[in-house]
């Protein structure tokens, strides 16, 4: 079906900034953006390591997130409390959802609290970076957390999680995922069951963020259709500049906009280039074998030796996504839904590829130069970097409130 453009996205296509032109960008036009933007990464997967006992303080020699890297660039950090699908067995989901949000309050924000604090309004984030703090916030990556409960949904919210991706790579009892299907318009539940919606009924009346990262077609426009705050999609990015299914069309793309959300750009090479993406399957086909094998290695040390080399092997033979794939998918999501609907999500220590040149918070002066001499204005790069994540925030906040004389939902999955 073919979408007419509504008026709000002909308004937001003429506010466009003009990225036609190069410019110059100056030190000091960086350094302020640099100081004065609040920026906002909505998915980080460290969590999977300091659950494991990593001190996020220390060297990250292997990843993209450390606090060396982090201070002075980061304003706020989404957390993933990632559950990966092997937890449904036995109904062990829900014991990983809360220790993954324990290691957030725990081994990050308490054991680092000169550093670090945490964060579940977009008012917190925004006093933390006056204070010169790092905002500490969790979205819930995988709706099987928790556990076919709607009181689940409002435990994890009142410890402070404040988005919930619907599904993961596996469909749910109640969402279908992209994930294990290869065609995305294909599914098991057409989208979202009845029980499903009630879930995202009830998390507009809690306030929280309802994420369409990793979900089916349908799913994502189930959820659109039937959510009353606008939408976020955590960690995406556009399928028109690289054919992952995981990213979104332009027609969601704008569908989202239109309705208030805002896409975040994930860093992963897949999800930025068409080249990678083609070139990575084949790849690793060949290196799989060995990485299995690497895997079995019962010393820590050779193990780790082993995976690097054939971490080595693979990058020798498909080259990363970089920096100006980066800003292809900023500019292509800005052109499609408009400059107030883009934001970052960069997966970090979630993906195995991200571009060399912006593998880290410290690194982002680059992206924040080569978007200048794109011809964005320091006050579009601001929205980007989170401004547009705290309008959307805000949003929330406020269908929570004027939804908060409306009673709890009880409905049981199994009456669905």
């Not at 955590?234 to 969601?252: F, I």
Request: glycine share 6%; aromatic share 6%.
């Amino acid at each position: 079906m073919i979408r007419t453009m509504s008026s709000i996205a002909m308004l937001t296509a003429l506010s466009l900034p003009a990225i036609s032109q190069q410019h110059q960008a100056t030190q000091e036009q960086i350094d302020r953006i640099t100081r004065d933007a609040i920026l906002i990464d909505t998915h980080d997967d460290v969590t999977s390591l300091t659950v494991e006992g990593y001190d996020i303080a220390t060297p990250n020699a292997h990843g993209q997130t450390d606090l060396a890297r982090m201070k002075g660039f980061l304003g706020a950090e989404f957390f993933a409390v990632y559950v990966g699908a092997e937890y449904v067995n036995g109904n062990h989901a829900a014991n990983r959802a809360l220790q993954m949000i324990d290691t957030v309050r725990t081994d990050v924000v308490a054991a680092h609290p000169n550093d670090f604090v945490f964060a579940t309004t977009a008012d917190d984030i925004v006093r933390a970076h006056k204070e010169h703090k790092i905002a500490a916030l969790m979205g819930i990556e995988g709706g099987h957390a928790i556990e076919d409960s709607l009181r689940l949904l409002r435990d994890y919210y009142a410890l402070g999680v404040r988005y919930m991706t619907l599904t993961h790579f596996n469909t749910n009892n109640w969402a279908d995922s992209q994930g294990d299907v290869d065609d995305p318009k294909v599914t098991h539940h057409n989208g979202l069951t009845p029980f499903g919606k009630d879930v995202v009924r009830e998390m507009n009346r809690l306030g929280m963020m309802v994420d369409v990262s990793h979900t089916a077609d349908k799913t994502f426009w189930d959820a659109l259709a039937t959510s009353s705050a606008p939408i976020i999609a955590s960690h995406s990015g556009c399928r028109a500049v690289s054919n992952y299914t995981r990213n979104m069309t332009d027609e969601m793309i704008k569908a989202l906009a239109d309705k208030g959300g805002v896409m975040q750009i994930n860093f992963g090479c897949d999800f930025l280039s068409q080249r990678y993406y083609d070139a990575a399957k084949p790849a690793e086909a060949e290196i799989r074998e060995k990485y299995m094998a690497a895997m079995k290695i019962e010393d820590p040390a050779a193990k780790s030796a082993a995976i690097e080399k054939l971490r080595a092997e693979f990058n020798a033979k498909v080259p990363p996504a970089t920096l100006a794939d980066v800003v292809a998918q900023i500019d292509h999501a800005v052109k499609i839904g408009g400059i107030d609907h883009v934001g970052i999500g960069t997966d970090f220590d979630g993906v195995g590829c991200v571009p060399p040149d912006l593998d880290s918070y410290n690194k982002f002066p680059a992206l924040t130069k080569a978007l200048l001499e794109k011809g964005y204005s320091a006050d579009d790069i601001k929205k980007i970097y989170g401004g547009n994540l705290l309008r959307v925030m805000h949003a929330v906040e406020q269908r929570a409130s004027e939804l908060k004389s409306m009673p709890a939902l009880h409905s049981d999955i199994a009456k669905k």
